[in-house]
Every structure is written in C-alpha cells, then in structure tokens.
C-alpha cells in the first residue's frame, strides 16, 4: 500500500454516504427535478444541481424554489417529487457496482458500518427496504438526526460517536464535493466514489478518488484481503 494511503490508526468501521455512492438515486433525482421544472416550463440545469447535490432535502428544495422563483412551499414541492419518486423506485432502483460485495467483505471481518445521508428518514427506509439492506447497517442517520447539513461535519461526526470510535478511525465513503467537505471537516479517512454526476467536482482533502465501491485501494486499507 502506497504510504500516503496509510491511515494514521487502524480504520475500525465504514460509514456510507447514500445517494449516488449506495445507489443510483441521484440519476433518479435528477429525472424527477426535471419533470418538476419542465411542468412549469424551467430546466435542471448542471449548475442548479451542483448547488443542491449532496445538501440536506429541506435545503435542496429551497435552492430550487429560489433559483427559479417558484411560487411554491418546500413543502409542497417535496410532496410532490417525493411521489414522482416513489413511482421510479420499483423499477428504476439500483444498487451502485461493487456495494454487495464490500458489505458482505466489511461484515466476514465484522467491521462495524453505518449510513449518514442527507436524505430523510421516510426515503432511506424505502430505497434500502427494497433490497433488504437496513439490517445490515448497525446505525442509519438521515437529515432529521442532525441540525446543520453538510457540509458541516455534524452527521459523520454524530455517526462515528454513535459507533463508539473517534472520526479518524472511520472510513467515510463519499461521492459529491459537499459530502467529501463534511466528512474531512469531520476529521475522518475520507474517499471520494465519483459517479458520472459529480466527475467535475473538487474532492480537494480525501485521502484517495476511487474508481467505483470495488475499487481495490478500499479494500487494503481497510486490511481486508480479496
């Protein structure tokens, strides 16, 4: 293992970002706030989405609401993508490449994992309900558990102290800018896992970029043998 891989103490639990690392939900999001804004004649532009990916739902929705001056609560607005969403989710939901097999390596060496998402809690229950997964992860925070989302470090701070460890001895598993920010801020090992949605953005402070959740440098730092 390169040197600079090397954490400074063993890493003894993985915690998940969701969307976008987890599973294709971000794909999914982006054809949902499509629909939202071509209904009312706007467009989803790159821009708009790099201000709202990766931010706490409530705050998300606002960012839309203002940049296209919608004349809607963020109430309302999640009600109604949140239907459009549930209604992709049965056959549009996948998990990402290499997720299955490093749940099941990180739970043959029973290392500890959690989930620390932006998303709500009614969401999460459902996307990891349709594969089974909520049993196991020992702890899922969502963004009714913290008060500031990222990229404030509270979720993977509040993650890591729930699983009885210090953030630096956690691995954090990350795909946008923002969760990349909270989870440095936070002072834990963390690794960028890009998808197509966020190649462009600036992972500045992770200890390595993956390639996807199979990436082999995930593995060996982690000590566990393919």
């Known amino acids: 293992m390169s040197q600079s891989l090397q954490p400074e103490s063993p890493l003894q639990a993985v915690i998940f970002d969701l969307d976008g690392l987890m599973f294709n939900t971000e794909d999914l999001y982006q054809e949902v706030g499509r629909q939202t804004l071509a209904r009312r004649g706007k467009s989803l532009t790159q821009d708009l989405l790099d201000q709202m990916m990766g931010r706490k739902s409530d705050i998300a929705l606002r960012i839309m609401i203002d940049w296209h001056d919608l004349d809607l609560t963020v109430e309302a607005l999640a009600d109604e993508q949140m239907k459009t969403m ?69 979720v993977y701070q ?28 936070a002072g834990a090992y963390t690794v960028a896992v890009p998808g197509e949605h966020s190649q462009n953005h600036d992972f500045n402070g992770v200890k390595f970029i993956a390639k996807s959740l199979g990436d082999r440098r995930i593995y060996e730092v982690l000590g566990i043998s393919r």
């Open 158 to 185: 509040l993650a890591a102290k729930t699983l009885g460890f210090e953030p630096r001895q956690a691995m954090v598993l990350e795909d946008t800018q923002i969760g990349c920010q909270a989870a440095t801020a």
């Open 86 to 154: 549930f209604e992709l989710l049965p056959d549009r939901l996948e998990p990402l490449p290499g997720l299955l097999s490093l749940l099941d390596a990180l739970e043959e060496q029973k290392i500890p994992k959690a989930i620390a998402t932006s998303s709500g809690r009614k969401f999460v229950t459902r996307v990891l309900g349709q594969f089974q997964l909520e049993p196991r992860f020992s702890h899922v925070f969502t963004s009714e558990d913290i008060t500031h989302g990222k990229p404030a470090p509270d």
